[in-house]
């Protein structure tokens, strides 16, 4: 049976000192993979993070990153994109109604860091800017220049339904 990877802090530890925490999170412990599917990820969350505690509170900062593989929203093209979130950061009460869950001294970082990752994603990747969208098939080409689809005279693709009489 495998135990699934945390990234996790020991709030004992911060008592005396900063508690610096580095490493990768396995995209399978990240559970990030099936969220998108224009967006899969291809490593698993790399981070860096230092915590200190201030009070009856947690702050942690640092940076995180993830490779991904995407397919552009408008030409269905692979491309990959890196997605760097620098400088992160996150307060965790450790009193009151919002306080985190502390386990045995240790508190998990994981569903915050997956949670900004997540939102990071981009909504419609595009391999470039300037991305025109897939080329048009062929048969249709030779339809526009055999004049079969007519263009509105004010280029406007909502033209042609104004004309329309009901």
Known sequence: MKTSAKIELNVRHLEKKPVRVEGVLPEEDAEIA???????????IAYDLTATRQGGEIHVEGGLGVELECECARCLKPFRLRIEIQPWDVLLPLEGEEQVSVVNDLVD?????REDIVLSF???????????????????????EKGDRQPSADGSAWAALDNLKF
């Open 122 to 144: 981009p909504q419609h990747p595009l391999c470039d800017d300037g991305c025109r969208g897939m080329a048009s098939p062929p048969q249709a080409r030779s339809d526009q």
């Open 34 to 44: 099936g969220l998108d599917e224009l967006v899969r990820p291809v490593s698993g």
């Open 109 to 113: 970082l994981t569903p915050f860091v």
